[in-house]
C-alpha cells in the first residue's frame, strides 16, 4: 500500500513533548517529510529525511522512524506549535512517487 | 531569499481550463538542479501532490489527473504553470507551488519553499 496513515488529532501541555505519528510500508524504505501547517498559510518543511530540519525551524523538531512507523517529536510544545501537521514520502515503484498523509491537529493545551 | 508566487484566476467555470502562473524569485528556476511542483489542498482536508517540472521540460503527473494536467515552464520568466483542463466543482481548491528537494536526495521526498497558495473556485 502506498498510503499514509496518521492520527487525526493530537494534544499536548504546553511545554511537554509530543509526538505526532505517521505509518505506512514505504516509510520501511524512505524517510518522511514534514510539514507544519496553520490556518489560513501555507505548509511549512520542517523535517526531512534522516536528520535535516531546515534553516530557522527550532531544534524542538526531530524526527525519527522505526519500522514503517515515522515519528515528529516537539521537545517543548509551544503555543506557537498548534498546527496541523502533514508527513510524506517517496513510494517505491509507485506512481504517484510521493503520498501525503492526511494530516494531524495538534492541539497545545 | 527564494520565494514562489502563484497567480491566476480566482474563478473558474466548469468544463474550463485552470491556468495558474507561479513566480520564482530570489534564484534563477534553472540553478541548484531543483524540480518545481504543483500541489493541491481540497476544503477541509489534507494535500494531493499534482506533478513536478525540471526546467528542461521533463514532467511528471500523478495518475489520477495526468490526462487533465499540464505543467510547462519559461525559464527566460522564472515561471512555471499549471493548466488543468475540464474543470469540475471537485477542483476547487486550494493551489501551491513550491520548489521540490527530491533529486538531490535518494531517500526522501520534500518540498523546502512554498508560494502562499491561490484559491480556485469552479463554479458557473
Known amino acids: 500500500s502506498s498510503e499514509l496513515t496518521q492520527d487525526p488529532a493530537v494534544s499536548v501541555a504546553l511545554g511537554q513533548t509530543v509526538r505526532i505519528t505517521c505509518q505506512g510500508d514505504?516509510?520501511?524504505?524512505?524517510?518522511p517529510s514534514w510539514y507544519q501547517q496553520k490556518p489560513g498559510q501555507a505548509p511549512v518543511l520542517v523535517f526531512y529525511?534522516?536528520?535535516h530540519r531546515p534553516s530557522g525551524i527550532p531544534d524542538r523538531f526531530s524526527g525519527s522512524i522505526s519500522g514503517n512507523t515515522a515519528s515528529l517529536a516537539i521537545t517543548g510544545a509551544q503555543a506557537e506549535d498548534e498546527a496541523d501537521y502533514y508527513c510524506?514520502?517517496?513510494?517505491?515503484?509507485?506512481?504517484?512517487?510521493?503520498?501525503f498523509g492526511g494530516g494531524t491537529k495538534l492541539t497545545v493545551l | 531569499q527564494v520565494q514562489l508566487q502563484e497567480s491566476g484566476p480566482g474563478l473558474v467555470k466548469p468544463s474550463q481550463t485552470l491556468s495558474l502562473t507561479c513566480t520564482v524569485s530570489?534564484?534563477?528556476?534553472?540553478?541548484?538542479?531543483?524540480?518545481w511542483s504543483w500541489i493541491r489542498q481540497l476544503p477541509g482536508k489534507g494535500l494531493e501532490w499534482i506533478g513536478y517540472?525540471?526546467?528542461?521540460?521533463?514532467?511528471y503527473y500523478t495518475p489520477s489527473l495526468k490526462s487533465r494536467a499540464s505543467i510547462s515552464v519559461d525559464t527566460s520568466k522564472n515561471q512555471f504553470y499549471l493548466n488543468l483542463k475540464s474543470v469540475t466543482a471537485a477542483d476547487t481548491a486550494v493551489y501551491y507551488c513550491?520548489?521540490?528537494?527530491?533529486?538531490?536526495?535518494?531517500?526522501?521526498?520534500?518540498?523546502?519553499?512554498w508560494g502562499q497558495g491561490t484559491t480556485v473556485i469552479v463554479s458557473s
Open positions: 513550491a520548489r521540490d528537494l527530491s533529486a538531490h536526495y535518494y531517500d526522501t521526498w520534500a518540498l523546502d519553499i
Open positions: 530570489g534564484d534563477s528556476i534553472t540553478s541548484g538542479d531543483y524540480l
Open positions: 517540472i525540471y526546467h528542461r521540460g521533463d514532467t
Open positions: 514505504s516509510l520501511r524504505s524512505y524517510y
Open positions: 529525511g534522516k536528520s
Open positions: 510524506n514520502s517517496r513510494v517505491s515503484n509507485g506512481s504517484p512517487p510521493v503520498v
